[in-house]
């Protein structure tokens, strides 16, 4: 399994970003996909997951403002960041499991297939 992120960059407060996760070699029909992130010295923090069945869940912190989805024909999984803040910037990382969890979970341990990440700088 590879996941690639991409669209990461450098934003404004207050801006948005798109990233992409696109994924290869990930056949499974049961899945659930999440975006993480991290800031040096922190833990990794998972912040929005989607099943294959298209269930959701956000961190507070990114509710209203970040939207998690997928698009199943081009294998990529998709986070929406609009309205972001310095408190934002991080490097974020996509993860898979090959498992449709109920409830959809943010943990870390769930989550085996990791992708290389991409930094998501914002700047006041």
């Known amino acids: 399994v590879q996941l690639v992120e991409s669209g990461g960059g450098s934003v404004q407060s207050g801006g948005s970003l798109r990233l992409s996760c696109a994924a290869s070699d990930f056949t499974s029909r049961h899945y659930s996909l999440a975006w993480f992130r991290q800031t040096p010295g922190k833990e990794r923090e998972g912040i929005a997951a989607i099943n294959s069945d298209g269930t959701t869940t956000y961190v507070d912190s990114v509710k209203g403002r970040f939207t998690i989805s997928q698009d199943k024909l081009k294998s990529t999984m998709y986070l929406q960041m609009n309205d972001l803040q310095l408190e934002d910037t991080a490097m974020y990382y996509c993860?898979?499991?090959?498992?449709?969890?109920?409830?959809?979970?943010?943990?870390?341990?769930?989550?085996?297939?990791w992708g290389q990440g991409t930094q998501v700088t914002v700047s006041a």
């Open positions: 993860a898979a499991a090959g498992i449709t969890y109920y409830p959809l979970s943010l943990g870390r341990r769930f989550f085996p297939y």
